[in-house]
C-alpha cells in the first residue's frame, strides 16, 4: 500500500500470434463453508459481463481427494501435499499458457485456492520438506499471484448456515473451521494484495463484497483507493513476530528520475534472499486518494532501471510487518534510522470508515495528508 493506492498488476503478454493480453491471476481462497463454490461462479458471470474471459482453475485437493488420493491413502502426509502442490503448479502454468494464446484482450485467471493454502495442512518441518521438494521457495509461492481473496468460514459470524453437506471432502467441526480458517488466511500473509471477504453481510452481501474488491483490484468500479497512514509508537516486536496472522518482509525501494508531479520507484520486496521485483509510477489526487501503474520485473529489468536512480533521493530499506486483525490487513514499516517510532499504514473502502488498531500498537498521530512521512520524503533524509 506504502503510498501506493491503485495499482495495475495486471501482466501485459505478447503472444507469438501478436495477441495483447492484460492477464490477471488471483486467488480465492478462505475456511470450510465460505461460500467458494458459490464465488466462483458469481465471479465468472460478473466479471464475463466486463468483458473478462473468466478461467477458473479448480481446486486441486478436492479432486486428488475425491479421486482417491489424500493424506491417509498415500504413504505420509508430506508425499501427499508434494503431490497436491506439484498439480497445482502444474495446472497454474498451463491455464496461463493456455490464456497466453487467446484473443481476449482482458483475462481473468481464478484460482480456486493456491499453494500457499496447503501450508495449513502441514507443520513447519512438513512444508520445508516439500519446499526442498519442488525447489520452491515462499515468496514465489505467495506472491507468484496478484492477489488473494479469503472468505472467512461460515463457522465464523453466520454459524446458522455452516454445513459440510455441500462438499463430501469438508468433515470439520465448526471449531475447527475457525481454525482452519485462521491458519489458511496465516499462509497468505505477507502478500501485498490480501483482502479478507468476512460475514459482516448477509451471504448475497458478501458476494456483492468479494465482487467489488476484485474489481477494485482490476481498476474496474473507479480509478483508486484509499488509504490512511499513521505514526505509531515503535511497536512489539516480540509479540508482532509471535502472531500467526503477522509476517515480515524486506523491503528495499530506489525512486528513480521522472517528470515534476509524478513519483517513480522500483522496489525489490521478499524474504530470506527471495525478492520480486516491481516498478510503480504513482500520482496524487489528494490526502488520501492515488493513482499509480505497477508492473512486474525481472531482477534484470530491476537491476537496469536502478541506472536511473534519482540522485537527490537515498536507497528506502525498511522492514515491513503485515498484519492481519479483525479481518483488516495493516502494514507497519520500520526503518533502520527510527527508534522509537513507525509508520502504519491501512487500505479503505470508504474515506469515513472507521478504523480499529490493535491494543498493542499506541497511536500518535495521522499522517495521512503530512509531506514530511512519505517515503518519497523521507528518501531525502534517510542514512
Known amino acids: 500500500m506504502e503510498d501506493v493506492a491503485i495499482a495495475d498488476r495486471r501482466r501485459q503478454q505478447f503472444s507469438e500470434e501478436g495477441f495483447n493480453h492484460m492477464i490477471s491471476k488471483i486467488v480465492i481462497t478462505g475456511g470450510p463453508c465460505a461460500g467458494k463454490s458459490t464465488a466462483m461462479s458469481w465471479i465468472r458471470n460478473a466479471f464475463s459481463q466486463r468483458g473478462y474471459s473468466v478461467l477458473i482453475v479448480p481446486e ?4 486428488l481427494i475425491t479421486g482417491g488420493v489424500a493424506p491417509w491413502t498415500c504413504g505420509t502426509n508430506v508425499e501427499y501435499q508434494k503431490c497436491q502442490v506439484e498439480l497445482q503448479i502444474t495446472k497454474e502454468r498451463l491455464f496461463e499458457q493456455a490464456a ?48 488473494v481473496f479469503h472468505l472467512v468460514t461460515a463457522a465464523n459470524g453466520a454459524e446458522e448456515y455452516y454445513s459440510n453437506a455441500n462438499n463430501a471432502a469438508r468433515y470439520e467441526t465448526a471449531e475447527e473451521a475457525i481454525s482452519l480458517d485462521d491458519r489458511l488466511l496465516s499462509g497468505w500473509v505477507g502478500h501485498k494484495h490480501l483482502r479478507v471477504i468476512d460475514n459482516a453481510t448477509d451471504f448475497e452481501g458478501k ?7 476484485i474489481a477494485s483490484f482490476l481498476q474496474e468500479s473507479h480509478p ?17 513476530e509471535s502472531n500467526p496472522l503477522c509476517r515480515k518482509v524486506e523491503i528495499e525501494q530506489v525512486y528513480l528520475k521522472s517528470d515534476p508531479g509524478e513519483e517513480i520507484r522500483v522496489r525489490k520486496r521478499g524474504e530470506n534472499g527471495h525478492y520480486m521485483y ?5 500520482r496524487p ?4 486518494k492515488r493513482m499509480s501503474t505497477e508492473r512486474h520485473l525481472s531482477q534484470s529489468e530491476y537491476r537496469h532501471l536502478l541506472k536511473n536512480a534519482d540522485p537527490e533521493r537515498h536507497r528506502i530499506s525498511k522492514t515491513r510487518y503485515c498484519l492481519t486483525y479483525e479481518n483488516r490487513y495493516f502494514e507497519i514499516d520500520i526503518y533502520p534510522f527510527w527508534k522509537e517510532q513507525a509508520i502504519l499504514e491501512i487500505e479503505l473502502r470508504d474515506e469515513k470508515e472507521e478504523i480499529c488498531l490493535p491494543s498493542e500498537i499506541r497511536l500518535i498521530r495521522e499522517v495521512t495528508d503530512d509531506p514530511e512521512y512519505k517515503n518519497a520524503s523521507l528518501a531525502k533524509e534517510a542514512l
Not at 486441486?60 to 479432486?63: L, P, R, S, V
Not at 483508486?224 to 508482532?240: G, N, T, V
Not at 516491481?278 to 504513482?282: I, L, P, V
Open 100 to 147: 497466453s494464446t487467446m484473443s481476449a484482450e482482458k483475462i481473468l485467471i481464478v484460482c480456486d485456492r493456491g499453494i500457499m493454502d496447503n501450508r495449513a495442512y502441514m507443520n513447519e518441518e512438513e512444508f520445508e520438506s516439500v519446499l526442498r521438494a519442488l525447489d520452491g521457495d515462499i515468496v514465489k509461492w505467495r506472491d507468484g499471484y496478484d492477489a
Open 224 to 240: 483508486y483507493e484509499m488509504e490512511r497512514k499513521f505514526l505509531i509508537a515503535f511497536p512489539d516486536i516480540s509479540w508482532l
Open 278 to 282: 516491481y516498478e510503480t509510477h504513482k
Open 285 to 288: 489526487i489528494s490526502g488520501m
Open 60 to 63: 486441486t485437493a478436492t479432486e
Open 207 to 213: 458476494m456483492k463484497r468479494l465482487e467489488k474488491e
